[in-house]
């Protein structure tokens, strides 16, 4: 009987309005949410992980789309600044040649480098027989006289450089040559070119020759072998010649024979019949 009161009182406080909870639920509520407490960390830490897992692999992909665009643009950067230069020095040249047309009797065509010899004596270039190559024609850069065509095929031609002159070679040459302004009291012949001063050496000078320090040394025509002209550099210094008759001139090259970009190939005008 007693047992069946207490039964009863228990159960009114229990399914009374009540704002607080009993012990045995406050127990039974802690307990479920410590265990929900333990599943739920780990589950959150794994779904994060995945989470960051997913972010790291989308940071990856932009950055490799960055770095693609980015060369992307140093690769068109380097393009369009080598055009430019390309342009400017085609626009040089072609006012260059303009002006020299309009001084001397004879063309130019511009050539290209195809390759130079191991040695940097000779070179090829882009034109043949089939645009009239000759051997024996001049070549020139933007600077100066640079070599002539010493042999020809249908679509390139080799040029023998200036560098080469030697004359203990039996297959050089001696170019004559002149100052500019003094054409008619300079003279003297250009037979060796000194590869450890970089210089050429301009022989035959006579004693009472105008030609001075500074002077620049251009071909005389003389002999018609070469046409006249041509720019071959700078008088650096002027010493005696060997026996003392006679004076020798160091000449600076106006070409630097390096670095070769385009070339021009002097032509002959052809005379209308």
């Known amino acids: 009987m007693i047992g069946i009161v207490l039964f009863i009182a228990l159960m009114g406080i229990t399914l009374g309005q009540r704002n607080s909870l009993t012990w045995p639920e406050k127990f039974a509520r802690d307990s479920i949410g410590f265990v929900q407490g333990i599943f739920y960390k780990p589950a959150s830490a794994i779904a994060g992980f995945f989470e960051d897992i997913g972010n790291m692999r989308s940071i990856f992909s932009e950055n490799e789309r960055l770095k693609i665009a980015v060369a992307q643009l140093t690769a068109e950067q380097i393009q369009t600044s080598n055009l430019k230069e390309t342009n400017a020095r085609l626009e040089q040249e072609l006012k260059f040649t303009q002006t020299q047309k309009s001084k001397n009797q004879y063309d130019y065509r511009i050539a290209q480098v195809n390759s130079v010899s191991n040695d940097s004596k000779t070179l090829v270039i882009d034109i043949g027989e089939k645009d009239g190559a000759k051997v024996g024609q001049e070549v020139r850069s933007l600077e100066g006289f640079v070599g002539v065509i010493s042999r020809t095929a249908n679509f390139t031609s080799t040029v023998t450089l200036l560098t080469t002159l030697d004359p203990k070679n039996p297959n050089s040459y001696a170019i004559a040559a002149t100052a500019l302004g003094k054409e008619n009291t300079s003279f003297g012949m250009i037979e060796s070119y000194d590869p450890a001063t970089n210089t050429f ?61 385009e070339l021009l190939v002097l032509y002959t005008p052809e005379v209308p019949e």
């Open 201 to 261: 050496q301009m022989t035959r000078i006579a004693e009472g020759d105008t030609i001075a320090k500074g002077d620049q040394i251009i071909t005389s025509g003389a002999g018609g072998k070469f046409r006249k002209n041509l720019l071959i550099g700078t008088v650096e210094k002027i010493q005696v010649g060997e026996f003392g008759q006679t004076r020798t001139a160091i000449i600076k090259p106006a070409a630097s024979f390096v670095d070769w970009k």
